[in-house]
């Protein structure tokens, strides 16, 4: 057979075959994925700007500050969890130190809060450093109660320590100015006079829809957030193609935490006063049900999950007692029947979903090739069974998370 | 300077018994059982409710009536762990593990968060009062109580150690440690061994629960949390996985905290022992006793 095939090979002009079916265009514009994803981003946009129009009062504009807070934490969170498939449990305490940084320069030291930024910064990845940095060479299991152990760690100091106030925290932080001027100032702008929380509120929003939002999805995009997935999906064949684990790991891990201590900062300023008690294990669980909610690893699914978790304490007031235990079991549930969230990272818009053929088309015998040499060339175009078109399935349904 | 190593080992032999079953758990399917510590927490309320039902004890009766409690508790809580491990980590056996730690951790807040609507978030005392008559032995201050709660301990972990050693299911715990899928092909009921390993790991963590309640005199439903941490850390100083490990692990940590207590003061005492857990991890993952830590695949 072996001469044969050669020289069958010999004589044939290759050439690729011709495609069974066509395939058809992308869609593109606002019904293609991307095109309707900033569709919606922008429409959402659009209404975080009008609320303030909508119904100023201050609990509205109060809740939705926090509420953007958490979705920016959500966000960092699903750095680690969600790329980079790193189990974080102790994820306020990044918070916490982004909160304390901020808030002791800016009392104590009397620092504008702008300036605090970098420090904060700093101080997030020195913390990153030094609880991933031991921790990250082991086993992932094992960073997940370290990282625990090192929330723990954080909220016992900070009730401790004389510095951050003891267990009655620090009080009386300012806002942001800059120079003379600050939010609590207000703004006069074509007539309309904006309040400094509603001014502070829009800080907010852009903050987190541009560096949260944004950022984030930029940064899983690119040469690091590809180098994240691929560990998470396979550390071994990353690193045996050439992904240094170890670093891409800490990076994951540093990255979220310097997001978590930015909105530490945001959430120190809109609070006014922090104290240990909100940084409890209870709100790093909060944090990574949301991620787990809304599905890992994907930007809609975590602002979805992030919203539901800050929102629905405060719209569902019985909720809020019963809420840890349904979060609990909502959690086992999740994970036994739909691993992938409620908006998976992999979701595809119904109406782009394609549908199997109804048949394969007949292939002509390739005629350069004699009729008895085609038998023998392995299974031949013909001879093909006719397997289910992997496109065909619905990646939503797809229930399994690839870790 | 005697009496902070009898507080410790006390205190030591309540970690040991629950790292014994975190230890178990994650030998026998690398599972990091969240619930663990909570499973602690659900002794001690089942020994509550048990006792509550009977209303008051004699205090010299109370060491008997605490040993028929402990029993009960046992039972109890080794069917809620194999229940747990029938509903919530059963079906995701073959996940990948991310899902299956935040499958614990759920299953860890639905238990806390159950409790406390059950029995109201504030804490309850624990309806035994241990005699308090104690002896001076070597200078440290021995109350009868406190003896039979170390002995008890130790009674406990010594029947477990044969269990393991020396019998057919023990055996097959092992080979199932070693390889499962080779244990399955060799006629082990792998699904059996593992509701076995869950079963006597939380009854120890129950066990645990009741003396503590009994020691410490009152009890609440975030009680576990620490505890579970504490048990974690204690596993891994004697290396996770091993049984002696977990032992010798829980006794030390019992006694470095005490110390640490002493010398740094007792609101430093929870940071101290992760300081020692992030430690022992940076220079012996492997803990004391442990074998080399693999990536599982």
Same mark, same amino acid.
């Given at each position: ?45 659009? !209404? ?41 449990? =102790? ?43 031991? +921790? ?41 100015? !800059? ?10 702008? !074509? ?33 690091? =957030? ?18 240094? +684990? ?9 990255? /979220? ?37 809304? /599905?890992?690893?994907?930007?809609? =699914? ?5 919203? !539901? ?13 019963w809420r840890y235990l349904i979060f609990g079991v909502l959690l086992v549930v999740v994970m036994i029947f ?66 | ?44 309320? *089942? ?15 109370s060491i008997p009536a605490l040993l028929v409690i402990l029993l009960l508790a046992m039972v109890v809580t ?9 509903v919530a980590y059963r079906p995701l056996r073959s996940s990948p593990r991310l899902a299956v730690l935040i ?46 709660? *170390? ?7 010594? *029947? ?17 440690? %070693?390889? &499962? ?71 030390? %940590? ?22 020692? %857990? ?6 012996? &993952? ?12």
């Amino acid at each position: 057979m072996a001469p044969q095939l050669d020289l069958a090979l010999k004589h044939a002009p290759l050439r690729a075959p011709a495609p069974l079916f066509e395939r058809g265009k992308p869609a593109s514009g606002p019904r293609s994925q991307p095109g309707f994803m900033k569709l919606l981003g922008a429409l959402a946009f659009a !209404f975080l700007l009008a609320l303030p129009f909508i119904d100023a009062s201050a609990y509205t504009i109060s809740i939705a500050t926090s509420a953007l807070i958490y979705v920016m934490l959500c966000m960092g969170l699903n750095v680690v969890v969600g790329y980079a498939g790193l189990l974080d449990l =102790g994820y306020i305490a990044f918070f916490a130190v982004g909160a304390y940084v901020s808030g002791i320069l800016t009392t104590v030291l009397d620092w504008p809060m702008w300036a605090a930024v970098p420090a904060t910064i700093l101080a997030c990845v020195l913390a990153g450093i030094i609880i991933g940095g031991p +921790t990250l060479r082991l086993r992932s299991d094992y960073l997940a109660i370290v990282t625990l152990g090192f929330g723990e760690i954080i909220r016992i100091t900070a009730n401790n320590l004389d510095v951050t106030g003891g267990p009655s925290g620090i009080h009386g932080i300012p806002t942001w100015s !800059f120079g003379d001027w600050s939010f609590r100032d207000g703004l006069d702008l !074509f007539g309309l006079h904006f309040s400094g929380t509603v001014l502070f509120y829009y800080f907010v929003a852009i903050v987190v829809a541009t560096v949260g939002i944004v950022g984030v999805g930029r940064l899983a995009r690119g040469r690091m =957030g590809r180098a994240w997935k691929a560990v998470r999906d396979d550390e071994d064949a990353a690193e045996a193609m050439g992904i240094n +684990t170890y670093f891409t790991k800490i990076s994951a891990y540093i990255i /979220g935490a310097v997001w978590a201590g930015l909105a530490g900062q945001l959430m120190a300023t809109h609070l006014t006063a922090i104290s240990p008690n909100s940084f409890h294990f209870l709100y790093s669980a909060l944090i990574l049900m949301a991620v787990v909610l809304g /599905g890992m690893g994907s930007t809609p =699914g975590v602002i979805i999950g992030g919203l !539901f978790v800050s929102l629905a304490p405060e719209l569902l007031r019985e909720f809020a007692e019963w809420r840890y235990l349904i979060f609990g079991v909502l959690l086992v549930v999740v994970m036994i029947f739909r691993p992938a969230g409620l908006w998976p990272a992999t979701a595809v818009l119904p109406w782009l979903r394609r549908h199997k053929p109804q048949a394969w088309p007949a292939t002509a015998p390739l005629e350069s090739l004699g009729g008895d040499d085609r038998a023998e060339v392995g299974p031949a175009a013909g001879a093909r069974p006719a397997p289910a078109d992997p496109r065909a399935q619905d990646p939503a349904d797809d229930g399994e998370v690839r870790r | 300077m005697m009496q902070l190593i009898w507080n410790g080992l006390i205190v030591g032999s309540f970690y040991s018994l629950v790292a014994l079953g975190y230890s178990m758990v994650y030998g026998i399917i690398k599972l990091l059982n969240f619930a663990h510590g909570d499973i602690y927490m659900l002794g001690a309320f *089942v020994g509550f409710l048990v006792l509550s039902s009977f209303g008051g004890i004699p205090a010299a009766m109370s060491i008997p009536a605490l040993l028929v409690i402990l029993l009960l508790a046992m039972v109890v809580t080794g069917l809620i762990g194999v229940a747990i491990e029938r509903v919530a980590y059963r079906p995701l056996r073959s996940s990948p593990r991310l899902a299956v730690l935040i499958t614990a951790i759920g299953v860890s807040f639905t238990l806390e968060y159950g409790i406390r609507q059950l029995f109201g978030p504030n804490p309850r005392a624990f309806p035994v009062r241990l005699s308090s008559e104690s002896f001076d032995v070597l200078g440290m201050r021995v109350s009868l109580s406190q003896l039979v709660l *170390v002995v008890v301990a130790a009674v406990l972990m010594f *029947v477990l150690a044969h269990i393991v050693e020396r019998t057919r299911e023990g055996r097959a715990m092992r080979a199932i440690a %070693l390889d &499962p899928q080779a244990a399955h092909l060799m006629g082990v009921n792998v699904n059996r061994v593992i509701a076995t390993v869950f079963f006597i790991g939380s009854a120890l963590a129950g066990a645990a629960g009741v003396m503590a309640g009994a020691y410490y005199g009152s009890i609440d439903f975030l009680m576990g949390f620490v505890i579970g941490l504490k048990a974690f850390t204690a596993a891994v100083i004697g290396g996770i996985g091993n049984l002696y490990g977990a032992m010798l692990g829980g006794l030390l %940590l019992g006694l470095l905290e005490s110390f640490g207590a002493a010398w740094l003061g007792g609101e430093w005492r929870d940071v101290f022992s992760f300081a020692i %857990l992030i430690v022992i991890l940076t220079f012996k &993952p492997t803990g004391l006793l442990g074998a080399r830590v693999v990536e599982r695949m």
